[in-house]
């Protein structure tokens, strides 16, 4: 079954404790992205990938890394989460970078930093 | 700034009777538009999508209207039914050239419940 798989779906956590949440595909996709949602802003883009190694800033980026070491995974990183990084967290994939080829989802992480 | 609004932050429905989602952007580079449908605790699904070259387009209930010059486009679904009870979101990005390929932007949701 064709899907984008996050891990962990929910976590609490504290300040400053680094955290990684993965996220892995199985459609061959070159682009991958991470959103964050948060209510009255909807989905804001953190980080995109355009295919292994190449990654590059979104909206909201401050206080989080990503890397890009093979295809099908591209992980969000938070060195030392803050209360403000609590949100509900998407990844995203799709075929080709630049094609009308819509974003395939994953199912969403949860994060409350404490 | 927010380039893609959705202004109502809920709609209610009778089941049969059309829904009509409305987004506006401000950002005119702007040519290609997509809906997605959330249910909780899963992520968007793509949902039906527009080019700038087009002003309408059909998939089954659900049609997308845009008109560039208001810089709005609506989604409109008829009949509604209560499976249709999700978020909706709006998106945008510049496809055509440009350094933000592939680079969506969202609105911020419309929660749509259809009563039956």
């Known amino acids: 079954e064709a899907q984008v798989t996050q891990n962990p779906r929910y976590l609490i956590t504290v300040t400053g404790k680094k955290l990684t949440v993965t996220c892995s595909q199985n459609?061959?996709?070159?682009?991958m992205s991470w959103y964050r949602q948060d209510p009255g802003l909807g989905l804001r883009q953190i980080y995109y990938s355009m295919n292994v190694e190449v990654t590059d800033k979104g909206d909201v980026p401050e206080g989080y890394k990503v890397s890009r070491k093979e295809k099908r995974n591209f992980p969000l990183i938070l060195e030392s989460p803050s209360p403000n990084q609590t949100s509900l967290y998407f990844c995203a994939s799709s075929l080709l970078v630049n094609s009308n080829q819509p974003q395939h989802f994953g199912d969403g992480t949860r994060l409350s930093i404490l | 700034d927010q380039q893609v609004k959705q202004n109502s932050p809920s709609l209610s429905v009778q089941e049969g009777r059309i829904s009509i989602l409305n987004c506006d952007y401000t950002n005119s580079m702007f040519d290609y538009f997509l809906w997605y449908k959330k249910y909780p605790a899963e992520g968007p699904t793509f949902l039906i999508s527009i080019s700038s070259i087009k002003d309408k387009n059909e998939d089954g209930r659900f049609t997308v209207f845009l008109n560039k010059s208001a810089k709005h486009l609506s989604l409109h679904i008829v009949p509604s039914q209560p499976g249709d009870s999700a978020v909706y979101f709006c998106?945008?990005?510049?496809?055509?050239?440009?350094?933000?390929?592939?680079?969506?932007?969202f609105g911020q949701g419309t929660i749509l419940t259809v009563h039956p």
């Open positions: 998106a945008a990005y510049i496809y055509a050239g440009g350094t933000s390929y592939g680079k969506l932007t």
């Open positions: 459609m061959n996709h070159e682009y």
